[in-house]
């Protein structure tokens, strides 16, 4: 499981980015050339390099799995307790790291509030608090107790701001996850798949409680890990498992557990700067073009950033933005009212995206309502949510992209005399206006007096 560790003067490392998934009808890149170098290429180990199929043919699982839990009550001693709490904050050069690695994962995986993820090898939690922060159903998951105790002491300490679901704990024991088949949306798995002895049945489990159009996200090291200095200083002193990342396997695994998509991200968190000149002549396609490159290509070349996909996606619904648009009608636009009374308006709302509204009495995130704004006379804001109103829904699950629906709403009448304006728009709970993501609200006019 995730071993988020400390190791004197040594940053974690190896960790990596997910890309997104390509939009439904999108064209997928060109294959590889021929000259294309292997993507599991190994180096030769040194004559006294510990093998970590040595240790994985040593111990069992479950021996595995205390010795990572001894780890992290090692390395709990001192101050490496305030190291964990402070994570991803542990300097410079790691936060830069974590944060931009962390991001790439976010934007690839995009778990979507109220979504159920489980946060796979989460070890002392910082990556699960990120998740709840954001709406999401996290189930904390390691195989280490002591590192869950800490993730449970860390949302202590510093609990999410506002109203987000509570995340749960799940101890691993290395074999069997106990969640229902189908019961999760996303996962993330942070640096943490390549600590586990067993990765075939773990890939099968992880496949198993997935729900179909579900997505999980790795970030983990290459094919030549193992041999990595400090890998071998971890297994050499704490019986780490510390295995190589190979992608041709991790298809086989993939295929045998069900998932049907894999997609590998290029990218780095190491800075590309250059010149005016220089980004001049990269913009042009220059030699500065052939430099970015092979900066990327040395990153990714011992990395192994990837998301694996299950079954079609599913179609998106008002708790995602990006698939959000409506034709907003108002009639009349134009009305005289009295003071403190009810203006009447006709509403015609037609779903133009690519999104299904969720019905008004559905989810707290993502239930689709008409909402409005009102203006003075100069059209500056005096309430900015004056008013909800249900929407009908052709069917139970809402309002599906080509749909309309027609609707009569009062709009409550300020109680002094004067020119208002009202915009009258939608509003999917939780995440936005669709003002705000490129829709244009119905404007009325409304003279009291």
Not at 320 to 339: H, K, M, N, V, Y
Request: hydrophobic content about 40%.
């Amino acid at each position: 499981m995730t071993l988020r560790r400390r190791a004197a003067g040594v940053r974690n490392r190896l960790l990596g980015s997910v890309a997104p998934v390509p939009p439904p009808g999108s064209t997928p890149p060109a294959p590889p050339s021929a000259s294309v170098r292997d993507i599991d290429a190994a180096t030769p180990a040194a004559d006294d390099a510990v093998d970590v199929v040595d240790l994985l043919n040593t111990y069992t699982v479950e021996q595995l799995s205390e010795a990572a839990d001894e780890y992290y009550r090692t390395n709990l001693a001192g101050d490496g307790r305030d190291y964990y709490f402070a994570k991803p904050a542990t300097g410079v050069d790691e936060a830069s790291e974590i944060l931009i690695c962390f991001a790439q994962v976010l934007a690839g995986v995009r778990p979507i509030r109220g979504m159920r993820v489980l946060d796979f090898g989460a070890g002392t939690g910082w990556t699960s608090r990120f998740l709840t922060q954001l709406g999401c159903e996290v189930v904390v998951c390691d195989v280490s107790a002591t590192a869950l105790d800490v993730a449970r002491e860390l949302f202590a300490r510093q609990p999410v701001a506002g109203d987000q679901p509570e995340p749960t704990y799940l101890r691993f024991d290395g074999h069997h996850l106990d969640l229902p088949d189908e019961s999760i949306d996303r996962i993330f798995c942070i640096d943490a798949f390549h600590h586990v002895p067993n990765p075939a049945a773990v890939l099968h489990e992880l496949g198993r409680v997935l729900r179909p159009g579900g997505v999980a996200g790795f970030q983990e090291p290459g094919p030549n890990h193992s041999k990595d200095p400090q890998s071998q200083f971890e297994m050499k002193n704490f019986t780490v498992i510390e295995n190589d990342v190979r992608m041709r396997d991790i298809a086989k695994w993939a295929d045998a557990a069900g998932f049907t998509g894999l997609e590998l991200a290029i990218f780095t968190w190491h800075p590309f700067h250059t010149s005016i000149e220089g980004y001049e002549d990269y913009l042009a396609h220059g030699a500065t073009a052939d430099l970015h490159y092979e900066h990327h290509r040395q990153f990714v070349a011992n990395r192994r950033i990837f998301f694996l996909s299950k079954g079609e996606p599913l179609v998106a619904d008002s708790r995602d933005p990006r698939g959000l648009r409506a034709e907003i009608q108002a009639t009349p636009d134009q009305l005289t009212a009295t003071p403190g009374g009810i203006a009447r308006v006709q509403l015609t709302l037609r779903n133009t995206g690519t999104g299904l509204w969720l019905p008004s009495d559905g989810p707290a995130i993502g239930r689709v309502l008409v909402g409005a704004h009102l203006y003075d006379g100069h059209r500056r804001m005096l309430e900015r949510d004056h008013l909800r109103a249900p929407l009908p829904a052709p069917t139970p699950s809402g309002v599906a992209p080509g749909e309309q629906v027609t609707l009569s709403i009062e709009v409550p009448v300020p109680d002094a005399p004067g020119n208002y304006t009202v915009a009258l728009d939608l509003v999917a709970e939780g995440v936005c206006w669709f003002e705000n993501i490129d829709t244009a609200p119905a404007i009325i006019q409304i003279a009291v007096g």
